[in-house]
């Protein structure tokens, strides 16, 4: 099973960038569509950006022209380049495989990300 360790999460105030990291294990990462995911106090976790073994990426409206993701599969690791942060974009930020086209794994820690003058 692959496991995910996500990172770079903070304070920023609005208008500001941050970059996710989330790190994979197991030697089977090239292979799978991965996913960034969030999830607000008292909302449900969602999927906000997407990108497949072939690098076609696709987001949620929310995020669209101010979210980026990537991947390296040499390093095993996805990224989620944020920038024009709104205070609705405080959640917690997990990695995972993208759930629309396979079972997802263990969701770790997760990252936080906290929006705010």
């Known amino acids: 099973q692959v496991q995910f360790v996500a990172s770079g999460g903070g304070v920023v105030q609005p208008g500001g960038s941050l970059r996710l990291s989330c790190a994979a294990s197991?030697?089977?990462?090239?292979?799978?569509?991965m996913g960034w995911y969030r999830q607000a106090p008292g909302k449900q976790r969602e999927l906000v950006a997407a990108?497949?073994?072939?690098?076609?990426?696709n987001y949620d409206d929310s995020v669209k022209g101010r979210f980026t993701i990537s991947r390296d599969n040499v390093k095993n690791t996805v990224y989620l380049q944020m920038s024009s942060l709104k205070p609705e974009d405080t959640a917690v930020y997990y990695c995972?495989?993208?759930?629309?086209?396979?079972?997802?794994?263990?969701w770790g820690q997760g990252t936080q990300v906290t929006v705010s003058s």
């Open positions: 995972n495989l993208d759930h629309r086209t396979t079972t997802v794994s263990g």
């Open positions: 990108i497949t073994n072939r690098f076609t990426t």
């Open positions: 197991g030697n089977s990462f090239r292979i799978y569509a």
